[in-house]
């Protein structure tokens, strides 16, 4: 009985510490976009785009029949 004195108090202390993150995760607008990072993961930004390589018959000026 007299540990539930002692783990009452810590219990809510930790309650208190979890809202108060979550709210300042809201606040600091943590939570708007929420999709961007997992296409972070699919779609590499530092690749440079590279111009479409020319077919064959483009580069020796064939056309198609």
Known sequence: MASLYLLIPIAI???CIAVAIFI???????????ERQG???????NE???PAQKTDDEQTGKEKQ
């Open 39 to 45: 296409y972070d993961i699919l779609f590499d930004e």
């Open 48 to 50: 440079e785009k590279q």
């Open 13 to 15: 202390l930790f309650v």
């Open 24 to 34: 300042w995760a809201v606040k600091s607008e943590q939570f708007e976009d929420l």
